[in-house]
């Protein structure tokens, strides 16, 4: 005999007769489901109401099952078990197949990540992997992004963050310009400088490394002022003039000759940032933690080659 579905009393009834079965204590069961006693007695007792029967026998210090109440506990039981089971393998196929998104400023992912993805994806084929290139700093857990790569002082890197790597800040030009190393004003005064803003420190200003070159008042030919880092680049790479580039992003453009580093007769000013990585949860996916242990394993190898320049 098949009963109605509208005959079947509540699932939170269900939960909580047999969350007190399980416990035989509806203290402890209102501890499990984050409700007061009173709740779960509440529903106990309306569970027996729209059933017509005692499920629970009640002494002054301890509870026990009816006949009845024992036989539904059995099959609510099994049915709850099931339940838990199928949600939680559901949930974990889910999370399975989530992408794992990752956030970056937009001369990180297109100079530093974007050419080392391949790697990743040819070890974890099965990983998807979603980007959010964007210079804005962003609440992860809000925004639903699982790895932050943040730029900022050594000193102020947020609580949990790893180092990734740090950055070398030094003039470079596209090989036709023929300048094999600054070492006189007149190229200066004779050439066009390039000049991020998108970063305030001495180290990508050019008035401060002319400074320390002790050429105070060297007026260039003209000067050509970019935001974003990437897009200096692609200037310097298409000739455009001479350029501050961090070595950590344009190493492969200065092995394949794209662009040469600048001698000067002094050194310039030093940059204290770092890159660093946050991740989202202590205890991330499976794909997650992938992702996090290639990207600081990259990041080793980046500073590897940079330590033996």
Request: contains cysteine; proline residues 6%; neutral net charge.
């Amino acid at each position: 005999m098949s009963i109605s579905l509208a005959r079947v009393p509540s699932p939170d009834l269900l939960r909580s007769f047999v969350a007190v079965g399980r416990r035989m204590s509806i203290t402890l069961a209102a501890q499990d489901l984050f409700l007061t006693q009173s709740a779960v007695s509440r529903q106990i007792h309306g569970l027996e109401t729209a059933l017509g029967m005692k499920l629970f026998e009640r002494t002054h210090r301890a509870i026990r099952f009816t006949p009845e109440g024992e036989r539904l506990f059995l099959a609510a039981d099994t049915a709850m078990q099931q339940l838990q089971d199928t949600i939680g393998a559901l949930q974990a196929s889910l999370a399975a197949h989530q992408p794992v998104t990752v956030t970056a400023s937009i001369a990180f992912v297109g100079l530093w990540l974007l050419p080392r993805l391949p790697d990743f994806q040819h070890r974890h084929p099965k990983v998807e992997v979603r980007l959010s290139a964007n210079n804005n700093i962003v609440d992860l857990r809000q925004e639903g992004l699982d790895i932050a790569i943040r730029y900022c002082a050594q000193e102020q890197m947020p609580a949990g963050a790893r180092r990734l790597f740090g950055e070398t800040v030094f003039p470079v030009a596209h090989p036709s310009l023929g300048i094999a190393k600054l070492d006189d004003p007149d190229i200066i005064a004779r050439s066009i400088l390039l000049e991020f803003e998108g970063d305030p420190s001495p180290c990508w200003r050019w008035e401060a490394w002319l400074d320390m070159q002790g050429w105070p008042g060297i007026k260039p030919k003209g000067v050509i002022r970019f935001n974003l880092f990437d897009q200096m680049i692609h200037a310097t790479i298409a000739g455009q003039g001479i350029a501050l580039g961090r070595s950590q992003f344009i190493r492969p453009m200065l092995d394949d000759g794209r662009l040469a580093a600048l001698a000067t007769p002094q050194p310039g000013p030093r940059s204290n940032k770092v890159y660093c990585l946050l991740q989202r949860d202590a205890k991330p996916s499976r794909d997650v933690q992938a992702l996090i242990d290639w990207i600081i394993a990259e990041a080793g190898r980046t500073d590897a080659v940079e330590a033996a320049e």
